[in-house]
């Protein structure tokens, strides 16, 4: 059973277009949410990360957006570029380290 | 520091052997982290230690899959005996467990099990 629920599972984004990923979560006891990027043939590595007292977090080209209320919380990746293309996690965790991730969306941004 | 080290990177095995997998986490954290990736269950947490001490192994799927770390800076994950279905990327991860910081994951880059 998958504790957050993640999608869309793929997106095309042409060169400076904005990619939006969705995450939802059912345990209310989550208080930690980061994201991982992945590219092919590598290990996931930490993107950015939340806790739930702020609403949004910004670094560089990527924001997180955390709704509490609605359990959810989302990635905008601003001016997307080529080199963005990899495979994106959601995930959360009650103790910043059991983390339950995402299924993933694999992000690919056209020239 | 050279990251988290896993070996072997690839590792293609006959259904029964035994397979250990092997990880050096980076120097000075405390806590250790074992994955599985797979295109059908994503990627799964299988156990995690805290200062060489198996903290959480609800993850480990069956009593053929066994984690050991003997010291900080080593731990091995051991499937035996070994099936189709074990066949995955397996992710070792390292943090060092600070209080009050986001305590990233530090991944190593995976090994590869084909099991045949």
């Known amino acids: 059973q998958q504790q957050v629920k993640q999608s869309p599972q793929s997106l095309i984004v042409q060169k400076g277009g904005i990619s939006i990923i969705n995450c939802a979560y059912e345990?209310?006891?989550?208080?930690?949410f980061p994201w991982y990027q992945q590219f092919p043939g590598k290990g996931p590595a930490l993107l950015i990360a939340?806790?739930?007292?702020?609403s949004e977090k910004k670094e560089g080209r990527f924001t997180i957006s955390f709704n509490k209320s609605a359990k959810q919380f989302s990635l905008h990746i601003m001016d997307s570029q080529p080199g963005d293309s990899a495979t994106y996690f959601c995930?959360?965790?009650?103790?910043?380290?059991?983390?339950?991730f995402g299924a993933g969306t694999t992000v690919t941004v056209r020239a | 520091d050279a990251g988290v080290i896993q070996s072997p990177r690839h590792e293609v095995t006959e259904m029964g052997q035994e397979v250990t997998l092997r990880c050096k986490p980076i120097s000075g954290h405390d806590y250790l982290f074992w994955y599985r990736q797979t295109m059908m269950r994503g990627l799964e947490l299988l156990i995690y230690f805290n200062n060489n001490v198996p903290i959480d192994d609800s993850g480990m799927p069956e009593d053929r899959f066994s984690a050991k770390m003997p010291n900080a800076s080593f731990s091995t994950l051991k499937i035996q005996p070994s099936e189709p279905r074990d066949s995955a990327v397996y992710f070792c991860a390292s943090t060092p467990g600070l209080a009050n910081a986001y305590n990233e994951q530090f991944f190593g880059p995976g090994t590869r099990l084909t099991v045949l």
């Open positions: 939340i806790r739930p007292d702020v």
């Open positions: 345990n209310t006891a989550f208080d930690y």
């Open positions: 995930a959360a965790s009650l103790n910043d380290y059991k983390l339950s």
